[in-house]
């Protein structure tokens, strides 16, 4: 048995069947092709499968394919735009925020969430919203500081967050 679901992913509206057990990251890897959305551990711990539902960060490798029909997902691949990286994404560049850059979709789009609500976060604030996100490289202190320069960049650009 399949069930048909709409939804409008990066901007561009999908209409598909899945199986009820299909799980989302996997609806979005393997029937999609858009793998920025990492499996790390499967189980809603590592946060590497982070995606926005609606603007809301969710953990995709627990959430059903058929629980995002009739909403609007945010994947990583639809943060750049005409070829220029998001602040987001811009800041992990400029202060080095990844190493091998497994965790790095999850904590981008985990970081969206954050400054879309909080738009001037404290380090505080910031490491509590990363409290989903693993990162087995860095030791964060770059994480936090790529979020705090798109944060600046955000604020002095006056640009919404999605
Ligand atoms: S793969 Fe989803 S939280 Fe780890
Ligand atoms: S950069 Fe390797 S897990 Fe975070």
Known sequence: MSVKISVTINGKKYTSQVEPRQLLVYYLREALSLTGAHVGCDTSSCGACTVLIDGNAVKS????A???????VTTVEGLAKNGTLHPIQEG???????????????MIMSAADLL???????????RHALEGN????????????????????LQETNAAVL
């Open 66 to 72: 058929v629980q995002v029909d009739g909403t609007h």
């Open 134 to 153: 693993f990162c087995r490289c860095t030791g964060y202190h770059n994480i936090v500081r790529s979020i705090q320069w798109a944060a600046k960049k």
């Open 92 to 106: 992990f560049r400029q202060e080095h925020g990844l190493q091998c850059g497994f965790c790095t979709p999850g």
């Open 61 to 64: 490798c627990t959430t059903l």
């Open 116 to 126: 879309q609500n909080n738009p001037n976060p404290s380090e505080t604030e910031i």
